[in-house]
């Protein structure tokens, strides 16, 4: 469950947002979660309310956006969109494709008061 | 208070955000002045703290010329017995430091003790990875000299200890012949993640339906340019190889 660590990472960085901008309640957090990261949105979802609980942020909305895994083929060089990381090119049939996007996690916005 | 980063417990500092591009396809309101809301963007990667951490680490191995290792299996892969048949094969020739984490117990780092080599051992609670933050104060209280070789022994995980980078060089992932030999397709983002796979317990495959050329190619579909070993920690002749590869990195 790293899900939860990552969590408590999210809720860190609203702590040291909310010194920065001047804010004292997070209604919703928007994070952007690659479809090849290593995280299941279910598990995010289960988790937020936990590790939200008595903070700023209890009681905010999450909002997951997708990220749709991207890659280049490395032997016909076309792009090709990836489920997991061990899709073969869906042009030539080649594995090894090279991820150019889908890893990442990303706390992209918040609403506040 | 630590002297590295100026934490009192485990709060980490704060570190400089990512350039991004807006992303249409959510449905939530912008709306941005709202019964007092606001929408602040923070554009943040969540792991951005231990990414600037392991970035710490990896600057302070460099300078000092650390080799650091993150070996990396499921739990019983024999990620321990490999370090201990390590620094046995070693101990002469270079110094020798060892991180150890589990969840629970000095079990590991005594085993590596009994060695001569200095270990410390971490034990994560209820968490199933090391961090970066974790290895910074590690090393410091190890004191590891320069010019070390640092072996890190992360939670037997497959999952987790695949998207925390601790500055090592290389992730090291030991997968052992009673284990499935598809397991780098069900566990992809470990695969993934490391530069070295060593295939353990070679000896016991006439006893499993391993088949180590499927395993290979499984791993290479997912990273084609991961480099393979196979070896048994428990037999000394078999251990050539893996000691040449640490001597030629």
Known sequence: MHEISLLESVLETLETQAKQQGFQQVKQVVLEIGALSCVEADALRFGFEVVMKNSLAEHAELVIIKIAGQGICPKCQQQVLLETLHDPCHHCGSFGVTVLQGQSMRIKELIVI | MCGICGCGSSKLSPLKPHHHHHDDKHSHSHAQETHGERLVRVEQDILAKNDGYAEQNRQYFQQHGIFALNFVSSPGAGKTTLLVATINALKNTRPIFVIEGDQQTDLDADRIRATGVAALQINTGKACHL?????????????????????????????????FDLGEAHKVVVLSVTEGDDKPLKYPDMFHAADLMIINKIDLLPYTNFDVDRCIEFAKRINPAIEVLQLSATQEHTMGAWLEWLNQH
């Open chain 2, 131 to 163: 961090d970066a933050h974790d290895i910074g104060h590690a090393v410091q209280s190890l004191k590891v000299p320069d010019n070390s070789l640092l072996a890190i022994e992360n939670v037997g995980n497959l999952v987790c200890p695949s998207s």
